[in-house]
């Protein structure tokens, strides 16, 4: 059974950082496509960054410089460092896996979805 549980969500201040988790389990882990979204309520999910099975990476205009995706693949665990948050990152962050590895497609195009999925976690970024 896939599982993906996020985790480092939390309130910080505008300028801050925050490092999300995310543990994985039920799948191959090493040949996935990983991937970071997120969504507030009354908008679209926006794709964040992700991660291709070769290491590949791929961002949304909107983090470029200043989140930083990233796997531990003896730990199953999927991260996203985010630093010089600012208030429009606020939103649940969610955790997404899927075999094949179209990062590109899934985040910057925003074509088709991701198989699984995580609960997401929360971020808030005050002013």
């Known amino acids: 059974q896939v599982q993906l549980v996020e985790s480092g969500g939390g309130s910080v201040q505008a300028g801050g950082s925050l490092r999300l988790s995310c543990a994985a389990s039920g799948f191959p882990f090493n040949s996935y496509c990983m991937g970071w979204f997120r969504q507030t309520p009354g908008k679209e999910r926006e794709g964040v960054a992700g991660i291709n099975s070769d290491g590949s990476t791929i961002y949304a205009d909107s983090v470029k410089g200043r989140f930083t995706i990233s796997k531990d693949s003896a730990k199953n665990t999927l991260y996203l460092q985010m630093n010089s948050l600012k208030p429009d990152d606020t939103a649940t962050y969610f955790c997404?896996?899927?075999?094949?590895?179209?990062?590109?497609?899934?985040?910057?195009?925003?074509?088709?979805?991701?198989?699984?999925w995580g609960k997401g976690t929360p971020v808030t970024i005050s002013s």
């Open positions: 997404a896996a899927d075999p094949r590895n179209l990062a590109d497609m899934y985040i910057r195009r925003n074509v088709g979805t991701m198989d699984y």
